[in-house]
């Protein structure tokens, strides 16, 4: 078929699907979208789209891709998004899609096994000899949440925690639910036939398409393809974050936290006080040696003082697991806690032996905080496991409002294998305007403080409130909050008053109102209309200089590194903040940067040119005019 022919047929599918939405729009984007993906298929050729907001991206690539009659996986970066397929875009395209191609569609989401609820903990927890033992040190909030969580298990159909309408503690939600790291395997579990979890993965089995989050596609690549069905397609959604959660999810991690959960695995079965205290003490002494070096890389063999802690440890429940596997109970509760703890201590021993070894191409670090500090060992390059797992296997579609530049070196793909296209934004940019604060003093100066400060009074005074202000760090965060506070008469929200959905909502109810957050706020903030008028960010997010896997992969890349690591982050990063401020055709408003060397830097082009294509100043007396417009 040709490819004109490919574009006609796709174009109709898509424009079947868009009339059957309450507000129907053309949109050229999603059009270009649609039809580039449909030919990248038919050619399998991988493809990266660079969709701006408003392009309409999830049912540019579902509508070609279920078209095209081949299985699908849609790897998304967050569960909000996994939700959002589920409950809109998957449901409208099986009804219309399925009618215009004549034949059955079906999807599935798949989501970690901690999200969903555990029947064999809710056996247990339900047993009252055990529920007693489970719940006599907790307090009477979690005992409740706990019985809403039993009571909801025997309705649900699907167990997601997704699903609930109201929000459990983590600690009630731990109590009725299991990780990988320990749950032994339906085909070991008396309620293996009635989990949740397998259920959601035979339902995946034989899906044409199937929602995961990309955490759970980098377990799939870590365990050589083991985890999800076989699938000749894979997008990644929101792809910018790929590197990134790809080398977390294959990276091992070991913290005293960890080795505390394997003590209390264990103590729920052996009541060996001994064992139990020799496992807390390793823990402490694990902190102890780790704290230290938290944010900072370490070599490779491990210090020798690590290194002995681990094989101490490792030696402590290979012990505990000789006594484990002698446990002999009719009791099946306890044959699924001794199940649980070994597996759970059998992952332990997998991470120590990884830990120990100096393994080409690797990076040892500490990650966490002073409090709890993780030994992580993460890849230097995750472009190996991705051509093996992946591009050499499967089509694979990228996309994202905002594409790094270095992208797809980044992640090991070929130029020669890949094509590249920005379909744009139907968003009209030129009714808003961008300002940087050239005048500004440079962040390390002395100055900069006093003069940030009265930068966004000016500006928020002449918004009329209406700001979201995003910060690079908690501390330039909370003296700026602090000073506006005292100096404006509008409501300041700070990023930690409330969760995030609940903090967003607040913000969208009370038009005047200020929003104060960090770098967790640059995306997933969706706030149209006149509550948003002007996106305030006060300085360039370049990446930390002394962010351990980042100084390594400098160290590889050499002094070159500035230019193909620092800005590509720092260009995504503020095209990301920046694209919070125009959600609608109707939206206008500022985007101000305070950060001089946007304006003063050479690099200061490069990064201009990735974010959204406004109007320009340098002058604060038009950004003031033009907010002042609004109001």
Known sequence: MSDKQIQRDTLALLHQVTSALP????????NEMAAAIAIAVEKNRHLIVQAGTGT??????????????????????????QDQLAANDLPL????????????????????????????????????????????????????????????????????????????????WRMVSVGSDECPGATRCPAGSRCFTERARDKAAVADVIVVNTHIYGLHIATGGALLPEHEVVVFDEAHQLEDVISASVSTEIGPGR????????????????????LNQIANDLHALLSPHVDKRLPTPLPDDIQNELIKLRLKVDSALETLRTISSKDESVKQRALRAQTLST??????????????????FVSGSRDRPVLEIAPLDVGPSLIENVWNQRTAILTSATIPLSLPNRIGLEESSVDVIDVGSPFDYEQSLLYCAKHLPEPNSPLRDNALHDEIERLISAAGGRTLALFTTYRALN?????????????????????????????????????????GFFQGVDVPGRTLSLVIIDKIPFPRPDDPLLSARRDVIGRHFFSEIDIPIAATQLSQASGRLIRTQTDRGVVAILDPRLATKGYGKTIVATLPPMPRTVDREEAESFLRSLT
């Open 259 to 278: 080795v505390n959960a394997v003590a209390s695995s264990m103590r729920s079965i052996i009541r060996d006080d001994a064992m139990s205290g020799s």
């Open 56 to 81: 309409g991206k999830t049912l540019g690539y579902l509508v070609p891709l279920i078209a095209s009659g081949k299985r699908i996986v849609v790897s998304t970066y967050t569960k909000a998004l």
């Open 479 to 519: 003296l700026a909050a602090d000073e506006m506070s005292q100096r404006l008469p509008f409501t300041i929200l700070r990023q930690d008053d409330l969760p995030k959905m609940a903090l967003i909502n607040a913000f969208s109810q009370e038009e005047s109102s200020c929003l104060f957050a960090t770098a």
């Open 93 to 172: 395209l099986t009804e219309v899609l399925g009618k215009a191609l004549n034949r059955h569609i079906s999807w599935a989401v798949l989501k970690g096994r901690s999200n969903y609820i555990c029947a064999q903990r809710v056996d247990e927890v339900c047993a009252p000899k055990q529920a007693k033992l489970d719940l006599e040190s907790v307090p009477v909030k979690i005992t409740k949440e706990v019985q809403r969580l039993t009571d909801w298990a025997s309705e649900t159909d699907t167990g997601d925690q997704g699903d609930l309408t109201w929000s459990p503690s983590d600690q009630a």
């Open 23 to 30: 507000q129907v729009e053309e949109r050229q984007g999603q």
């Open 347 to 364: 992952r332990l021993i997998e991470s120590i032996d990884i830990c120990l070894m100096a393994l080409n191409g690797r990076v040892a």
